[in-house]
C-alpha cells in the first residue's frame, strides 16, 4: 500500500485546542516523556521490569539507502517502556515473549479516545491525550514512524497512509503534533482505526531510521 507521508518540519505547527504551547512547541503541563535511541550496534543488556524511559532502536544512516527498520510493538496499559531492546526477543510489560518469531521492543499505551475514527477501541485501559514529537541529536538525521496491525478479517498485515516523519535540522528543534500518526491506523479497508480496536492485533510502530540518533516522544492527557 502506497504511504502518504506527513511531513513533520519545524517550519509547520499544530496546536492543539485547549493545551497552552511552550517555547519548544509542546503544550505545557504533566506528561509520559519517551525517548528512542538510535544506535550503531545491538544491545545485549535485557531492558524488562523497569521504570525506563527509554527505547534503543537501530541507527541507520543518512546517506541514500542507509536506513534501517526496526520494531516497536505495541500493547494496550497505562504508558510504560516494557522493553527497550529493540533487537532481541520482544517482551511485555509482564516479561512474557509476544511471541517466538517477534523481535524488537515494546512500548505499553492506552488506547486514545481523544480522535474521531471509524472502528474505536471499545475496552481496556483509554485515555484522551495528544502526542507530540521532535528529532534530536545530531544534525542531518531523520526517521519515519508508521502505525501498523495485523487484520485478522483479512488475515494481512495494514499499515496506516499517514506517517511520522522527524528530521534533525541545524539550530532549535521544536515538537509536531503526531498524534494520529502515532495512535491510528489510517487508510484501511474499514477507514480509520484506533489502536487496540476490535479485529485488529500485533499493533507495532515500524521505525524507519536514516541515521536519526534521538527522537523524543511526549504523551499529554487532554484536560
Not at 542507509?66 to 497505562?78: A, E, H, K, M, Y
Request: glycine fraction near 10%; charged fraction near 10%.
Amino acid at each position: 500500500m502506497k504511504k502518504i507521508v506527513l511531513l513533520l518540519v519545524a517550519a509547520v505547527l499544530v496546536s492543539t485546542p485547549g493545551l497552552a504551547q511552550t517555547g519548544n512547541g509542546a503544550p505545557s503541563g504533566s506528561h509520559y516523556s519517551l525517548n528512542i535511541i538510535g544506535v550503531p550496534k545491538g544491545k545485549t543488556a535485557t531492558m524488562t521490569g523497569s521504570d525506563r524511559h527509554t527505547i534503543f532502536v537501530a541507527l541507520g544512516s543518512n546517506s541514500k539507502n542507509g536506513d534501517v527498520l526496526s520494531n516497536i510493538w505495541l500493547t494496550q496499559g497505562p504508558f510504560q517502556v516494557c522493553d527497550g531492546n529493540g533487537f532481541d526477543t520482544a517482551y511485555d510489560c509482564n516479561q512474557t515473549p509476544l511471541g517466538s518469531n517477534k523481535l524488537g521492543a515494546v512500548f505499553q499505551l492506552p488506547c486514545n479516545i481523544g480522535l474521531t475514527v471509524d472502528v474505536p477501541c471499545v475496552s481496556g485501559d483509554m485515555l484522551d491525550y495528544t502526542v507530540w514529537a521532535r528529532a534530536l541529536g545530531q544534525p542531518g538525521g531523520n526517521s519515519t514512524i508508521t502505525t501498523c496491525a495485523f487484520d485478522v478479517v483479512d488475515n494481512t498485515n495494514v499499515c496506516s497512509t499517514e506517517n511520522a516523519v522527524l528530521m534533525r535540522f541545524k539550530g532549535k528543534q521544536t515538537f509536531q503534533n503526531v498524534t494520529s500518526a502515532l495512535t491510528t491506523i489510517q487508510g484501511t479497508l474499514l477507514g480509520s482505526v484506533d489502536l487496540f480496536a476490535p479485529g485488529f492485533t500485533d499493533f507495532v510502530w515500524q521505525y524507519d531510521n536514516f541515521g536519526l540518533k534521538l527522537a523524543q516522544i511526549r504523551f499529554y492527557p487532554t484536560p
